[in-house]
T-cell receptor, first 113, second 114 residues
Framework: DVKVTQSSRYLVKRTGEKVFLECVQD?????MFWYRQDPGLGLRLIYF???????EKGDIPEGYSVSREKKERFSLILESASTNQTSMYLC????????????FGPGTRLTVT | GENVEQHPSTLSVQEGDSAVIKCTYS??????FPWYKQELGKGPQLIID?????GEKKDQRIAVTLNKTAKHFSLHITETQPEDSAVYFC?????????????FGTGTRLTIIP
C-alpha cells in the first residue's frame, strides 16, 4: 500500500516563526503536491513537484516555498508564519503511469497565533 | 486556469436513498475527472474517476457521469449506507498533457441519516 506520512498531525506556531512541514512517500512517486484545506474553499494547490529539485507554483503560492532534495521527501516552508496561514495542510503523491491517482497523507493542522 | 464548481455544499439523505453531487468545470482541455472521499481525520482517497472518452462509469453503488459538451460531471451513490457519510471532492485535470495537477471543487459534506 502507498503510504504518505506527514511529520506532525497538529502544530502550533507563533506569528513570524519559520515553519517546516515535512512529507514522505514510500512508493517512488515522481509527483508530490502540497494543498491547504479550508472550510468552504476545498483543496487549493500551493506547490507541486514532478521531479527532484523541480517545483511548480500552484494556485496560492504566496507566503510559501518548497524543497525537494530527495525523491521521497517534499517539504513546505512558511518563511514567516502569519495568522492567515492557519489551516489544514495536506501532502499528496502520484506516479506517472496510467493511474493518475493522488495519495494523500493524513494532514497537518497548523495554528498560527 | 481551470475552475471547478461543486454543488451542493451539504447534503443529507435517508439511509437507502440515493445521493447526487454535481460539478462543473471551465477548461475544455481537462480530460480527467476523479472523485475523492475524505473521512473524518483522514486525507482524501480516490473512489472513482472518469476520462473524457467515457460518458459513464460504475463501481458497485457508485457511478460517475460526464457531459463534455456541457462541461459537467456528477457522482451518484445508490442505496446509501452510514459509512458513506463523508466529505466528497470532485476534481478536474489534464494529465495526458504531461501535467498531473488537479483542480478540486469546494467539497460536499454528505450525511446519511439512519
Amino acid at each position: 500500500d502507498v503510504k504518505v506520512t506527514q511529520s506532525s498531525r497538529y502544530l502550533v506556531k507563533r506569528t513570524g516563526e519559520k515553519v517546516f512541514l515535512e512529507c514522505v512517500q514510500d512508493m517512488d512517486h515522481e509527483n508530490m503536491f502540497w494543498y491547504r484545506q479550508d472550510p468552504g474553499l476545498g483543496l487549493r494547490l500551493i506547490y507541486f513537484s514532478y521531479d527532484v529539485k523541480m517545483k511548480e507554483k500552484g494556485d496560492i503560492p504566496e507566503g510559501y516555498s518548497v524543497s525537494r532534495e530527495k525523491k521521497e521527501r517534499f517539504s513546505l516552508i512558511l518563511e514567516s508564519a502569519s495568522t492567515n496561514q492557519t489551516s489544514m495542510y495536506l501532502c499528496a503523491s502520484s506516479g506517472t503511469g496510467s493511474s493518475h491517482e493522488q495519495y494523500f497523507g493524513p494532514g497537518t493542522r497548523l495554528t498560527v497565533t | 486556469g481551470e475552475n471547478v464548481e461543486q454543488h451542493p455544499s451539504t447534503l443529507s439523505v435517508q439511509e437507502g436513498d440515493s445521493a447526487v453531487i454535481k460539478c462543473t468545470y471551465s477548461d475544455s482541455a481537462s480530460n480527467y475527472f476523479p472523485w475523492y472521499k475524505q473521512e473524518l481525520g483522514k486525507g482524501p482517497q480516490l473512489i472513482i474517476d472518469i476520462r473524457s472518452n467515457v460518458g459513464e462509469k460504475k463501481d458497485q453503488r457508485i457511478a460517475v457521469t460526464l457531459n463534455k459538451t456541457a462541461k459537467h460531471f456528477s457522482l451518484h451513490i445508490t442505496e446509501t449506507q452510514p459509512e458513506d457519510s463523508a466529505v466528497y471532492f470532485c476534481a478536474a485535470g489534464a494529465p495526458n498533457f504531461g501535467n498531473e495537477k488537479l483542480t478540486f471543487g469546494t467539497g460536499t459534506r454528505l450525511t446519511i441519516i439512519p
